[in-house]
């Protein structure tokens, strides 16, 4: 006597077959990859603001730190090349959620059109962020760092930025040599030397007495009040403007006495624009993001040329262009975190 099973598949969202929840197993996995990738940026985010909560007298202003703007060379335009970056990005979904759409018509002519407006706006933002990471290395005023690691940065009378080679003195000699190894001994190497010695600055600093130290900690309202008693020429907007402690003539002698190392841009170990930290993160966050964009043009383009090849219309179906669509705006939001909580807050 055999047992009847009888089965009530009413209401049901999965029987065990292989597609849970109406998603094929391609698509499942690129949801978990991309849960998984989601909890990363987000502890890589959590670690960014907690030190900088740590530190946030002295972390960088993003006002004064992304300034340039490709073929405007000495003007002034804070976070308007990273705005038109973010632009380009979320541009580029939207050219994705059109090819995906096309795909779902089967319209082979309008997804390769639309993949190659998204690996176009993909390549401009990977191009945008190596031109943003030349110039955050490079840097632009040039600055000190004291024996007991605090950055000075300097301003003339009227609280504008002023670069170390309007008035380093080049006439005092720098006796200071790259040390190679064919130099000393083979185990010994350093990087490169910068542009102008510590002595050089101290000389030039000493023969423009409108100079004045830009500390990097930022000032509170007390202080903004004593600042302002402290230089007549300028008003209480400006200072505010700036956010950073600027030191009296007296004090800034003071603090270069102390002087240890020029430092020029930014890297691992020192940074021009304030904390140490700002670098580090900037580097790993933004490369780690400016990876993932690498990744998805290079897989745009690889489903690119199979749509021109035709494989997926034989298929009968664009699921890949799909996938690769949901990782594409996961890239995108991922960049609308970052470009928040790095450069607005």
Excluded: C
Aim: net charge negative.
């Amino acid at each position: 006597m055999g047992a009847t099973v009888t089965t009530n598949t009413v209401g049901k969202t999965w029987d065990g077959g292989n597609e849970p929840l109406g998603a094929s197993y391609g698509k499942l996995m690129m949801w978990f990859f991309i849960v998984s990738d989601a909890l990363t940026f987000s502890g890589f985010l959590a670690a960014y603001g907690f030190s900088r909560f740590k530190f946030i007298e002295t972390w960088p202003l993003a006002d004064e730190v992304f300034t340039h703007f490709p073929f405007a060379h000495g003007v002034n335009a804070p976070m308007y090349y990273v705005a038109l970056m973010t632009f380009i990005l979320i541009f580029s979904s939207v050219t994705m959620v059109l090819a995906v759409d096309a795909g779902h018509q089967m319209n082979r002519g309008k997804v390769a059109f639309y993949m190659f407006l998204t690996i176009i706006g993909g390549l401009i933002f990977v191009g945008s962020q190596a031109w943003e990471w030349k110039n955050f290395i490079k840097g632009e005023y040039g600055a000190i760092e004291t024996k007991g690691g605090s950055i000075l940065q300097f301003v003339n009378a009227k609280g504008e930025r002023v670069k170390l080679e309007e008035f380093a003195d080049t006439s005092v000699l720098n006796e200071r040599e790259q040390l190679t190894r064919g130099k000393g001994k083979w185990f010994m190497e350093e990087e490169s030397l910068p542009t102008y010695s510590v002595e050089q600055v101290q000389a030039g600093f000493k023969s423009h007495p409108d100079l004045l130290v830009r500390t990097e900690v930022i000032f509170d309202e007390e202080t903004a009040k004593t600042a302002v008693g402290a230089h007549p020429t300028l008003n209480d907007k400006e200072f505010h403007s700036k956010h950073k402690t600027v030191l009296t003539r007296a004090e800034s002698e003071k603090m270069m006495a102390n002087a240890h190392v020029v430092v020029e841009g930014a890297n691992l170990k020192r940074n021009e624009y304030g904390s140490k930290l700002f670098a580090d993160f900037f580097f790993f966050i933004t490369g780690f993001h400016g990876f993932h964009v690498f990744s998805g043009v290079i897989i745009n383009i690889i489903i690119f040329l199979n749509v021109l090849l035709g494989t997926y219309e034989k298929r009968r179906s664009y699921e890949m262009v799909e996938k690769v669509g949901l990782y594409w705006h996961f890239v995108d939001l991922v960049w609308v975190f970052v470009f928040t909580f790095f450069y607005l807050v």
